[in-house]
Every structure is written in C-alpha cells, then in structure tokens.
C-alpha cells in the first residue's frame, strides 16, 4: 500500500473516530444542564503561555459578577494532550479555549466539538485582519475562532552583552547589522570572536523564523498530504539554519528547555527570534534584574509571522452563551491592546491595530523599545501560510530534533535531513 493511499485510509479512520467523539456530545447527558437564563458563577477560560489576560478578566468580573478562573499551561506540547483528553472523555474541558495556529486545523477536523459561535456574538467578519477572522471557521463554514493574535516577529537582543562584545546597541544600528540573514550570521561570528559564546540561543528559533517568513505551502500541501521533503520553506529554513550552526553562533540550547529558560537570566545568549507574544516570556524568564536590559529590533527580512491564536467554546460547555460572549470581550479591541501592553500579543483586531495607545506603546523592560510601531508595522507584510492538521507535531517532533541533532554534533547533515523526512511521515500521519 502507498503512503499516501495507507494516510488516506488513516485519516478516513481518525475522522471516523473524532465523528464518533462528536456524536457522543451532541447526545451528551444533560442532567446537569442549567435551567434557562441561569448566570453562571464561574467560566474557566484555558490558556498557555501568556495571554495577558490577567488584568482583563479583573474587570470583566466586575462588569458581569461572573468570576473566572485562568488555567495557564506554560507550553503548547503539555497543552495540547490536555485539551485532547478533555474533548474525548467528555470532561474537565474549559468554557473558553485557546487554540493555536499550529493545532488549529487538528481541531477544526472535528467541527461537531465546538460550538458555533456566529449565532451567539455579534457579526465580527470586517473587525479583524481578513486572513485571520476566515482561519477561525471550520470546513463546514461554522465560526469555532474568534481570533485573539498574531505573531509578528523580530529580534530580542541585550544590548549590555552587545556591547561587551563591541557591536552596537542602538536598535536602529542594531538593524543595520542584519538587512538579510547572512548579515546575521556575520553578526554572530563577531559576537564569537569577541566573546567566545553563541549569540543565538538555538537554530530551532531561527528555523521557525525563517520557515514562518517564507510562507506558503510547509510540512502539508493544500490538500494536506505531507511534503515536508519538497517544501520550499521549510528547505529555506533548514539551511539558513543549518549555515548558523556551521557558523558556530548559537548556544545550542534546546528551546523551551530548563536551560533554555534560564539561560535569558544567565546571559547565555545574547540574542532570540521574539514573535511578538515572546517579549512576555523573555521578561518572566530574565527577572527584574535584567529590566531595561533587553531590546527589540526588526527581524532580518523586515517582517514574519510566528504563532497567534483563536478562542473557542467546546459543545461540552454548560454556559456555552456567556462563554461565547466572554470570548468576545476577550479578542475585542480594547482588551487587544490592553493583552499587548501586558504580555505582548500582537493584536489582529483592525480597529486595534490603529488604537494611538496601542501605536505609540513603548515596552519599558526591553529599554522602551517602540514596539507597538515595530510589531505593527510589519502586519501588513506578513505572508499567508497553510498550517497542515499536525503541523506542531512535525514542528517539535521532527523538524526541529533533526537540527538540534546536527547542531550537537550528534547526526551529519545528510543523517539529519533523513531523520527528519522519516520522522515527518510518522508525525504528520492521522
């Protein structure tokens, strides 16, 4: 049996399976159902990594009197079994929940879990940037998304090992070092030669980026078969990455790893790829030590896009009305700017995107840097990308232990790409 034939029978099988799933909660049991018009005393709305919600549900308990509780999981491979597990035992689901891009479409395969949410909320089809708002529907054109961010990218460097290092702090010069990649890579070489340590704290970070920037086509076509192996965006990323690790500019630490984390306090590495929801994680994991310390210039490129997320109701949901209302006031203008000032989410409401509070924000922890105008600016070049039902899978499961493997020294470059386009087929399979 071929590849593609034995896949096809696989995800007529999974369908078959996450349909049956969906049948159980259209027939659920209702015992436990509110009486009509009951206001709830609590939504749980889950989450990972940081949102910046924290001060928006403070005063939306105060407009409603519903409380809610915020369940953060700090990275999306502990997230995602959690939600899985929730949607097939038919409990301990959230009344809201965040989806990201890379697992969206595993869960839009399964529209019958999710509520609609069109009827419930106001049209929203002309707030939000286009490309976005239509990600959030399902394949039978049901709305399960209302759309929360957008990862628009850049670079987070510290300016006090720049300069021990002899480069420029200025994040205007700090640019001009890198207009392409190659101009990063250079850049890295003389933070080695000065210092004797990687500039960058993995290739990982720098593959996403490059892959995110070129869009298009990734690990899936737009049928969503695999072709991880012809894409030309992944290919892109594999080799810049691979030229930054035969460069020797990176500090080799896995990303989302223990030392990883520690590694912003330690100054291990002097600089990262920062999606705009990154500068929240980069200031948690730095301390209050290093305020101040932290800079953001443009990405090589000038622009790119890396993660971003929607907000759903699961049918399981006994409040699913006020859930799907309270989800609305979470991704609506106002609270978009105030989750950017907080966290760092880049919002994709448009009426956001030309808030003056949101446009002249200055983030005081990475040295006031001007980064509403310079995440903001860059939305409009952000190219459109087709994220397969388990792109996030291959991402982390293959992709990216495949560089780290040759960046280790751990694998040659031709045992690397095998392992990844072996590794591609089996996580991207259904």
């Given amino acids: 049996m071929s590849l593609t034939t034995r896949r096809t029978r696989l995800a007529a099988v999974a369908l078959a399976a996450i349909t049956a799933v969906g049948g159980l909660a259209a027939c659920g049991n209702d015992d436990d159902a509110p009486a009509a018009g009951e206001k709830p005393d609590k939504l749980v709305v889950d989450t990972f990594g940081e949102f910046g919600y924290d001060e928006i549900i403070k005063q939306y308990e105060k407009d409603t009197g519903i409380k809610v509780e915020l369940r953060k999981t700090a990275q999306l491979n502990e997230y995602r079994p959690k939600i899985v597990r929730a949607l097939a035992t038919r ?7 965040a989806l990201e891009e890379g697992i969206l479409n595993e869960f839009k395969a399964n529209p019958a879990n999710w509520v ?24 039978d054109g049901r709305l399960i998304g209302l759309p929360t961010d957008v990862g628009s990218l850049a670079v ?25 990649w190659n101009g990063f890579i250079e850049t890295g070489k003389k933070y080695r030669a000065a210092t004797n340590k990687g500039m960058l704290d993995s290739v990982t970070t720098a593959a996403s980026a490059v892959m995110f920037q070129q869009g298009g086509d990734l690990f899936y076509d737009k049928q969503d078969a695999i072709v991880a192996d012809k894409s030309a965006s992944v290919k892109t990323a594999w ?9 020797n500019i990176t500090a080799e630490t896995a990303t989302w790893s223990p030392e990883w984390s520690a590694g ?15 500068l ?15 800079d ?14 929607w907000l759903a109701v699961p049918e399981q949901s006994k409040y699913q009305k006020e859930a799907a209302k309270l989800a609305e006031y979470l991704t609506n203008a106002q609270s978009q700017v105030a989750a950017f000032k907080l966290k760092g989410p880049l919002p994709t409401n448009l009426e956001a995107l030309k808030n003056p509070d949101f446009l002249s924000y200055t983030n005081e922890y990475f040295n006031n840097a001007p980064t509403g105008k310079i995440f903001g600016d860059s939305v409009a070049k952000i190219q459109p990308l087709h ?10 499961n293959a992709f990216e232990p495949a560089l780290r493997s040759y960046e280790n020294g751990q694998a040659s470059k031709d045992k690397a790409w095998e392992q990844f386009v072996k590794d591609a087929q089996t996580q991207g399979a259904f």
């Avoid at 409990?91 to 929940?97: E, S």
């Avoid at 100054?267 to 929801?277: D, E, Q």
């Avoid at 000038?302 to 971003?308: E, I, S, T, Y």
């Fill in 156 to 180: 987070c460097y510290r300016r006090d090992l720049f300069q021990a290092a002899g480069l420029p702090t200025e994040r205007d010069q700090v640019a001009g070092l890198w207009p392409d």
């Fill in 116 to 139: 609609d949410l069109a009827p419930l909320v106001a049209d929203h089809s002309k707030d939000y940037l286009p490309w976005k708002y239509e990600l959030g529907k399902a394949p």
């Fill in 280 to 294: 929240g994680i980069v200031a948690d994991n730095s301390g209050a030590e290093n305020n101040g310390k932290w």
């Fill in 296 to 309: 953001v210039a443009p990405v090589p490129g000038g622009a790119g896009n890396w993660g971003g997320s």
């Fill in 239 to 247: 080799d810049t990455a691979i030229a930054m690790a035969d460069a």
């Fill in 91 to 97: 409990k301990g689901a959230a009344d809201v929940i």
């Fill in 387 to 396: 994220l397969g039902p388990k792109h996030q899978a291959v991402k982390e």
């Fill in 264 to 278: 912003f306090k330690q100054g291990t590495f002097a600089a990262t790829f920062c999606p705009s929801w990154m």
